[in-house]
């Protein structure tokens, strides 16, 4: 009986200058017609990560006609990156230094990766799109609604009301502690937003209005911990992705293994959405780790102010997606799970988000995963992490 041994296929290099990409015969395989490939990241800031994404990326686009990259990054944000790739001024630094969830611009390789699809677009006539596809900070959906719409009076009100502040933390308790009128004049300015963008026709006016509440309503879920059942942040991304199709031809889409796997844990993720609402379902592809020096979270379930940052060293436990794919004794390698047999896949019960175990049932959740056995942070990511979760 075949093992995961027997069918890993090594891949040669995550330097995504290199284009000899016969070691992605495999993966060619799996993609075939899809339009969706989703790609995961087992904890974000990784360098490796984002080279793998980068690599598959121009993969993608040179060989199988790609025409898009969405990821894990606010929507209104994300504009202003696709803006420059298409020739914008100033540099990749420049609009990069707002985001709030994921540290996209701030580390070389992801840099790299937006200045490669610049100059991509530059040399071919501009066919290349970046899509941030997350929420954001509400004010800041606000404003680019606002600004692709006629004027009202309480525009200002609602643009006070919106400005949360930044960072989880920050956002969690400014929202949680706003009195009870405030926050109910936030709701009716938000919901009078998304009439008013509606009528006013413009499409990226509506995704941000809805990008706004979506910000309001993601916080409160997580501050109640899902308590509806209801996940406002990936219903937000699912609806982005299906508004991204329309325009696209096939897409690429990069985030955190816990948003693009296909299994429920504990309320339903992007990658669950995406299985049930679109036509042809994504294929997805997940990572696992097994060595290096990755970024912790730890008090997530604390009062924001006691959630802390630091750096230790990855330790897969045994049952875990990441020791198993560990044992295959190679650096890096890709496994379509469809050739691993069941009773191999019951051996890994959990995969590392970060550092720590979440229950995982690997067939249903990825068709396929690569390995990377020695990782590392950026440092700038960690700089990032603590701007994003600590900040108020």
Not at 43 to 70: D, M, S
Not at 211 to 220: F, N, Q
Not at 338 to 364: G, I, Y
Request: aromatic residues 6%; negative net charge; contains cysteine.
């Amino acid at each position: 009986m075949a093992n995961i041994k027997d069918v890993a296929a090594p891949l040669r290099t995550l330097n995504p200058d290199d284009e000899n990409w016969s070691d992605f015969a495999p993966i060619r395989e799996l993609i075939g017609n899809a339009r969706v490939v989703s790609v995961g990241e087992s904890a974000h800031g990784v360098g490796e990560f984002f080279n793998l994404r980068q690599r598959l990326f121009r993969f993608l686009v040179k060989e199988l006609g790609f025409t898009a990259y969405c990821t894990e990054f606010p929507f209104d944000e994300g504009m202003r990156i696709n803006e420059w790739i298409h020739g914008g001024p100033g540099t990749v630094n420049d609009v990069t230094d707002h985001g709030k969830h994921v540290s996209l611009g701030e580390g070389r390789e992801a840099g790299a990766h937006l200045e490669w699809m610049r100059s991509w677009n530059a040399k071919n006539g501009n066919r290349l799109n970046f899509y941030g596809l997350d929420v954001g900070s509400p004010v800041g959906m606000v404003r680019q609604c606002l600004a692709r719409i006629p004027a009202k009076p309480g525009d200002a009100e609602l643009l006070k009301l919106a400005d949360l502040g930044e960072g989880f933390t920050g956002v969690i308790a400014k929202l949680m502690g706003m009195p009870e009128p405030d926050r109910a004049r936030l709701d009716q300015g938000l919901a009078d937003l998304v009439n008013r963008a509606k009528a006013s026709g413009n499409d990226v006016a509506v995704r941000c209005a809805v990008g706004a509440i979506a910000s309001v309503h993601s916080v409160s879920d997580r501050a109640t911990n899902f308590a509806d059942g209801n996940n406002r942040r990936e219903e937000y991304m699912a609806d982005n992705v299906a508004w991204v199709l329309q325009r696209e031809r096939r897409i690429m889409i990069g985030g955190h293994n816990t948003h693009v796997r296909r299994d429920t844990i504990p309320v339903p993720a992007l990658g669950t959405l995406l299985q049930a609402q679109l036509p042809e379902p994504p294929v997805v592809i997940g990572t696992s780790y097994g060595a290096g020096s990755i970024w912790r979270i730890d008090n997530m379930t604390a009062p924001p102010n006691e959630w802390t940052i630091s750096v230790q060293e990855l330790k897969p436990p045994a049952g875990t997606l990441d020791a198993v794919m560990s044992t295959v004794g190679l650096p890096l390698h890709f496994v379509d799970l469809h050739r691993v047999p069941d009773q191999q896949l019951a051996e890994a019960t959990s995969m590392l988000v970060f550092h720590d175990p979440w229950p995982v049932n690997v067939r249903e959740a990825f068709d396929a995963v690569i390995h990377v056995q020695n990782a590392r942070n950026t440092d700038e990511s960690v700089a990032g992490a603590r701007k994003t979760f600590i900040a108020g």
